[in-house]
C-alpha cells in the first residue's frame, strides 16, 4: 500500500462512535482499505479518508434512525452506511440489498468475519424484490442515485407510514425541489433535511428524510406488491 493509499489511525471520535464495537470498525477500515480497493469496491484514493468521510460519516446516520427497527440498505455496495450503522447499532435488523454478486460477496465476508448476526445479505435490485423482501421501517441509501429515482426504488420497500432517510451532499433542498412530484406519485407525505453527527464529522453529514403515508409507493406499486406476494406462496405451495 503506498503512502498515499496507506490507512490512517482511527481518530478518536471514531472510538466514541463505535465504542465496543470500535475494534471491528478497524477491522472493516481495514477490509476496505485493502480487498476493497483489490476487487474495485472503493477507489485507493479514497482510503485516506476512509475514516471521516466514509465510516463516521455513515454511522452518524443511526441518529436519524428510531430504536428496534428493520431496515433496508439499498445498494449497499461495500456496505456503505449499512456497515458501520450496524456496528453502533446493534438493535436494527438490518438487510443489505445489492445487485451484483461480487459486492454480495464481500458483504456477506465482512458479516460473517465481524458478528454481525443482526445482518442479513441479499443479492437483488429493489424492483426485484418489491413483494418478497418483507416491508421494512427505514430504508437507508447513500449516493446511489438522485432522489426522484432512489425513491422509486426505496419507498415500495417500505411499510406503512415508513421513512427513507438517503445520505446526500449539498445539493439535497435542490433535489427535494426536483422530485417533489415523483415522491407524491409514491405516496410519500413528508420531506425535511437532516444534519447529524455534530463534533463527530466536519461538516455534518446531510440526511434527506422521506416519510410515507398509509400506501407507500402509491396505488401501482401496491397491486405489484400484491401480485407478487400471491407468487410468492404460490410457488412455496408447490
Same mark, same amino acid.
Given at each position: 500500500m503506498t503512502e498515499e493509499t496507506e490507512l490512517p489511525e482511527a481518530p478518536e471520535e471514531a472510538r466514541a462512535v463505535f465504542g465496543e464495537f470500535f475494534p471491528e470498525a478497524v477491522r472493516y477500515a481495514e477490509l476496505l482499505a485493502d480487498a476493497g480497493v483489490k476487487r474495485g469496491l472503493i477507489g485507493?484514493? *479514497?482510503?485516506? +479518508?476512509?475514516? %471521516?468521510?466514509?465510516?463516521?460519516?455513515?454511522?452518524?446516520? !443511526? @441518529?436519524?434512525?428510531? @430504536?428496534?427497527?428493520?431496515?433496508?440498505?439499498? #445498494?449497499?455496495?461495500?456496505g456503505l452506511p449499512g456497515i458501520p450503522l450496524a456496528l453502533v447499532r446493534p438493535d436494527l435488523k438490518i438487510t443489505l440489498l445489492e445487485p451484483l454478486l461480487r459486492r454480495t460477496n464481500f458483504l456477506q465476508e465482512v458479516v460473517e468475519l465481524l458478528g454481525l448476526d443482526h445482518v442479513t445479505v441479499v443479492r437483488g435490485r429493489a424492483e426485484e424484490v418489491l413483494g418478497t423482501l418483507p416491508p421494512v421501517h427505514v430504508v437507508t441509501a447513500r449516493a446511489v442515485a438522485p432522489l426522484d429515482r432512489l425513491a422509486g426504488w426505496g419507498v415500495p420497500?417500505?411499510?406503512?407510514?415508513?421513512?427513507?432517510?438517503?445520505?446526500?451532499? #449539498?445539493?439535497?433542498?435542490? *433535489?427535494?425541489?426536483?422530485?417533489?412530484?415523483?415522491?407524491?406519485?409514491? /405516496?410519500?407525505? *413528508?420531506? *425535511?433535511?437532516?444534519?447529524?453527527?455534530?463534533?463527530?464529522?466536519?461538516?455534518?453529514?446531510?440526511?434527506?428524510?422521506?416519510?410515507? %403515508? @398509509?400506501?407507500? /409507493?402509491?396505488? +401501482?406499486?401496491?397491486?405489484?406488491?400484491?401480485?407478487?406476494?400471491?407468487? !410468492?406462496?404460490?410457488?412455496?405451495? +408447490?
Open positions: 485507493p484514493r *479514497e482510503v485516506p +479518508r476512509l475514516w %471521516g468521510r466514509h465510516l463516521l460519516n455513515c454511522a452518524v446516520l !443511526s @441518529e436519524a434512525v428510531p @430504536e428496534g427497527v428493520t431496515v433496508c440498505d439499498v #445498494g449497499s455496495g461495500a420497500l417500505l411499510r406503512p407510514y415508513g421513512e427513507m432517510l438517503a445520505l446526500k451532499g #449539498g445539493t439535497a433542498e435542490e *433535489e427535494i425541489q426536483g422530485a417533489r412530484a415523483a415522491l407524491s406519485k409514491l /405516496g410519500v407525505v *413528508e420531506t *425535511e433535511v437532516l444534519h447529524v453527527g455534530e463534533g463527530v464529522v466536519e461538516p455534518m453529514s446531510t440526511v434527506v428524510r422521506v416519510v410515507v %403515508g @398509509e400506501s407507500p /409507493g402509491g396505488v +401501482r406499486f401496491a397491486a405489484k406488491r400484491a401480485k407478487a406476494a400471491r407468487t !410468492s406462496r404460490t410457488r412455496r405451495r +408447490r
